[in-house]
């Protein structure tokens, strides 16, 4: 975490001052003591010094509400709002709304000591959906420069911020009022689509844009769909964004994730939620250093936004991210004066492979060896036990590399980053069961997993294939459920077609289950028609030619993380549009901090 105080489980961070803190709380208790009415839009201190309610014009109509509010049940007020201790005016505010831990992401420390050196108020939205109702913006402005007596909020420019199902929330206002937008930040939400929608404006602003994502998030989103509409801003517009995405990480699923048993600890190897909020709060800090005049406050009358000389600044090459990972480059389509959103939508057949059968393998007494049967997942397995409430740190379908070659019996046991298992024969418990009682696959609930709980679980079987075929693998997986199946040694890939010869063929499963519960665990092959026979072989050649051209980056030696960033003045104007832009070299820094999964893990 460097230097930087995260925002702390409990309790004020040390750099808001016990003064700041002691004042709320006393206001509070001054309030109790003298028989004042309970207020129905409370603070909610040391974070949120001032609570207030939506303005009368912004209330949902009564027949909008579901009813009285459930008996015993807390209040939640509307808005929430913080400004830099002892602060008479603002230049900016900074506007969350409400989606799981974005509240969080506002109260961090380092977010705070850049609006505090900027004269940044921040306002979290947690009861109105403003994306909607754009026009409406005015009105809540107007109520919380009046709430607050700082009359700034009325005209003062913003940074916005949005998360998933509020994605939306920070471009929708960058396109609705561009002059007033100092920057954007898409934290694991939608990514401004280019083009804009047709009532959205542009004006020319050099709007500072972040889109933070999860490697793993969405099936990759942050290289379908955000790099090639941020490369589409960079290129035909004045907005200048860039991408960052979290290794290791979906849905915001870190693992010292608000809420869960890691808040509040070190992940020293791992992407952490703190480690993106820092960079956030880097990025803010640049934004407004940038854009923010300082001769004069927004009291009055709005002020003019500085432009930002595009031609400043450092330059991160499109691929870095796939690079620093040391991972084989992903599409990435310029076509007709575009770059193509999802350029390879989800292949039907997810490339080939022709796999032989074990030689001269004899499978030892009571290891399973099922017939092939297509279409169906076998049910007699050897699985390991003892492992139920534990996830592997590993994530199986980047590296299965330490089971791929596992031939195994009855009462073997294995070691799993510190955790032993012993291999033991299915029960009938944990066969999973479908349609008409139809034996299908492995029951998580039949004790293997107890509900809501995680799991790591390898199963091993022996298929027995009578006659060579084309068959269509079945791996089904999510981001919160990793599932790698290996043939013969050979891991195989969800939808991936494969060509089996008469034989035997050692079978395994590596399953890493976590925050989510799966009925049944059902790897099966089906059979390939022709036609699906040919996609796999064309995708294969794709998917060839990227790992051999990674291969042959990698032969030339490791880059330093460095490389990758490049001033501006130093590219070619004519490339300078194809990359994305960050302030200075200390952004890049700590981009590259972000990034940097090797340094990370010490390697």
């Known amino acids: 975490m460097g230097n930087v105080e995260p925002h702390i489980p409990q309790g004020a961070p040390r750099w808001l001052g016990g003064a700041a803190a002691a004042l709320a709380c006393w206001a509070l208790a001054a309030g109790a003591a003298t028989g004042q009415q309970e207020d129905p839009a409370p603070p909610e201190p040391p974070y949120w010094p001032i609570g207030m309610d939506l303005p009368d014009a912004l209330k949902p109509k009564p027949e909008a509400t579901k009813g009285p509010p459930r008996k015993g049940a807390r209040a939640s007020t509307p808005l929430l709002v913080w400004v830099p201790p002892g602060a008479k005016h603002i230049r900016a505010v900074f506007i969350i709304p409400n989606n799981s831990d974005s509240k969080v992401v506002g109260e961090h420390a380092a977010i705070r000591k850049a609006a505090a050196r900027h004269e940044m108020a921040i306002l979290y939205l947690r009861s109105l959906g403003l994306e909607g109702r754009m026009d409406d913006t005015r009105t809540l402005m107007d ?119 890691g808040w509040g600890k070190l992940f020293p190897s791992k992407v952490t939620c703190i480690d993106v909020w820092d960079y956030i709060a880097v990025f803010i800090d640049k934004a407004l250093a940038l854009r923010v005049p300082t001769d004069k406050y927004p009291t009055d009358a709005p002020v003019a936004l500085k432009q930002v000389d595009a031609n400043s600044g450092c330059l991160i090459e499109p691929f870095a991210v796939e690079d620093l990972f040391q991972e084989p480059r992903l599409p990435l389509v310029f076509k007709h004066g575009s770059y193509v959103v999802d350029p390879l939508a989800e292949p039907n057949c997810n490339g080939y492979a022709d796999i032989p059968p074990a030689k001269d393998y004899q499978p030892p007494e ?155 665990v059902e790897p099966s092959l089906d059979l390939a028609a022709p036609e699906e026979v040919a996609e796999g072989k064309r995708v294969q050649v794709d998917k060839d030619a990227r790992r051999a051209e990674f291969e042959k980056r990698q032969a030339a030696g490791p880059r330093k993380p460095e490389s990758f960033v490049h001033k501006a003045s130093d590219v070619p104007a004519a490339e300078r549009r194809r990359m994305f832009w960050v302030a200075d070299m200390e952004q890049a820094a700590a981009w590259l901090k972000l990034q940097d999964i090797k340094a990370r893990a010490g390697k």
């Not at 694991?188 to 602003?205: C, I, M, Q």
């Not at 517009?237 to 994730?257: I, M």
């Open 366 to 520: 009571a290891v399973p060896v099922v017939e092939l049967k297509a279409g169906f997942s076998p049910t007699n397995w050897l699985l390991t036990k003892g492992l139920g409430g534990f996830a592997m740190e590993t994530d199986p379908m980047r590296d299965v590399s330490a089971f791929a070659s596992l031939r195994t019996k009855p009462g073997d046991t294995i070691q799993i980053e510190g955790r032993q298992a012993t291999f033991t024969p299915i029960a009938d418990n944990e066969i999973g069961r479908r349609e008409k009682n139809t034996p299908r696959g492995v029951a998580m609930h039949g004790g293997l997993q107890p509900r809501g709980r995680q799991i790591t679980l390898i199963g091993y079987t022996v298929l027995n294939v009578k006659e060579p075929h084309a068959y269509k693998v079945t791996g089904l997986y999510s981001l919160a459920v990793r599932l790698q199946i290996v043939l013969n040694g050979r891991p195989v890939d969800h939808k991936q077609i494969v060509q089996l010869s008469k034989g035997l063929y050692p079978m395994l499963f590596v399953l890493r289950m976590k925050s989510v519960t799966w009925g049944h």
């Open 143 to 261: 109520a919380v420069a009046a709430k607050t007596g700082i009359a700034e909020f009325r005209h003062a420019p913003w940074i916005t911020l949005g998360k998933s199902s509020r994605g939306k929330f920070p471009f929708y206002m960058a396109w609705k009022f561009p002059k007033r937008t100092i920057a954007t930040i898409s934290y694991h939400g939608e990514t401004p689509t280019w083009p804009p929608e047709k009532w959205a404006r542009l004006d020319g602003e050099t709007i500072l844009h972040l889109s933070a994502n999860g490697a793993l998030e969405w099936g990759g989103t942050w290289y379908k769909h955000v790099r090639p509409s941020l490369l589409n801003y960079r290129a035909r517009s004045a907005w200048l964004p860039h991408q960052a995405a979290a290794y290791d990480v979906g849905h915001g699923d870190y693992p010292d994730g608000h809420g869960s048993g």
